[in-house]
């Protein structure tokens, strides 16, 4: 199979023929129709996250199922069947697992994103000679790939195969933050810093939710046009704004109940702390390019009782099919998110255009491209 496959920062990602790799218990083997390009892919081809090489990248799917593993007799999945798949993939079977906490499973962290490794101790992907090409995620930026059973839902025909990539990174994680991260009410006013891939999806969800007001903050007015698109009742250019004043100004001089940071920058997390209210919960998102710090005012936090509440992705298991319903029912107009489609060849080409931030929405690499 044809698969971009990264060996060295600087050549950066290199599309190459290499086997292709074959499900094992409770797994299936995936004919991918598109992997979305995310933000945190950057981190790792730029060095800045450290994990093995050579490696394959990508980690928001959607395609076909072409082959199921031993021990599936007790899920519904089959060969033909259009799935999406998410990139945080639950072993079920660690202490995390059993409490239902798929957002804290052990083995995923330990074995797949320290070292690209399945839950066998092994990746999937090998060179002809047999040696080993290391897995983020499932390794989505290839024709095929394997993904564990627990981390795949059954996507209905209403869903376009190449803009549904995006559900089970973006829009999963969009959801997380929404539903578990911030435990959102109805009639609660949101800020939402960033308005990339994932910051678009929580303007939506926070909409469906019940949200009264719906803040977008970013430095593109573009970005902040399409924010308002998709349900922002009100928007902040922060290259041009104070943010405090301009978001206290649109609030009543109140600030919001939640702010959701999404890019994973230090001056992201300011801006989102900033528009706060006494009381209210910032919730980030955004992965740091390493070992990043950000600053908090200790006093206002404490004498504010305000809350940080880090969300990482979701509860694959129970969320992704949720996700699914609510693209199907149009509750998420995820196909309005994705505004690029590249193919496999042009994948160096797309993510360097995400590193410059010139990608609105989300872009894809198409396989039929």
């Known amino acids: 199979m044809r698969a971009a496959v990264l060996r060295d920062y600087d050549k950066g990602l290199q599309v190459e023929e290499i086997p292709t790799p074959r499900a094992r218990a409770g797994e299936v083997l995936v004919k991918v129709s598109a992997c979305g390009l995310c ?21 928001e799917v959607a395609g076909e199922i072409v082959e199921v593993g031993p021990g599936n007799e007790h899920n519904e999945l089959e060969v033909g069947q259009r799935v999406a798949g998410a990139f945080l993939m639950p072993c079920g079977q660690c202490e995390a697992c059993a409490e239902g906490r798929d957002d804290l499973c052990a083995p995923f962290f330990d074995l797949n994103r320290i070292q ?15 040696s080993p090409i290391a897995m983020y995620s499932m390794g989505g930026l290839a024709e095929y790939c394997v993904i564990p059973s627990t981390s795949v839902t059954p996507v209905p025909e209403n869903i376009d195969p190449v803009s549904g990539a995006i559900l089970g990174c973006a829009a999963m994680t969009a959801y997380g933050a929404v539903r578990r991260g911030a435990d959102l ?3 609660e006013s949101v800020a939402v810093v960033a308005t990339g891939g994932v910051g678009s999806n929580i303007i939506q969800i926070a909409k469906a939710f019940g949200a009264k007001q719906i803040i977008a903050i970013d430095v593109s007015d573009e970005k902040l046009e399409a924010a308002r698109a998709l349900g922002a009742t009100d928007v902040v250019n922060s290259a041009k704004e ?33 528009a ?11 992965l740091g390019a390493g070992v990043q710090t950000a600053e908090v005012e200790i006093n206002r936090t404490v004498r504010r009782s305000q809350s940080i509440l880090g969300s990482y992705g979701a509860l694959t298991r129970q969320d992704l099919p949720e996700v699914v319903r609510m693209a ?11 505004t690029r489609r590249f193919s496999l060849d042009e994948v160096a080409e797309g993510y360097d255009l995400l590193r410059k931030g010139e990608i609105q929405g989300r872009g894809v690499v198409d396989m039929s491209l």
Request: aromatic residues 8%.
């Open 39 to 59: 933000h945190s892919d950057l981190h790792v081809i730029g060095g800045a996250i450290a994990f093995p090489l050579p490696c394959v990248l990508g980690h």
């Open 116 to 130: 690209g490794k399945l839950y066998d101790g092994e990746t999937r992907l090998f060179e002809e000679d047999g």
């Open 185 to 187: 009410r109805y009639g």
């Open 242 to 274: 104070n943010v405090r004043e301009a978001v206290f100004s649109k609030t009543g001089g109140r600030g919001v109940d939640v702010a959701f940071e999404a890019l994973g920058r230090p001056q992201t997390w300011n801006s989102a702390l900033d």
């Open 276 to 286: 706060l209210r006494d009381g209210g919960r910032m919730v980030p998102i955004g």
């Open 328 to 338: 199907s029912n149009g509750s998420i107009h995820y196909e309005e998110i994705v």
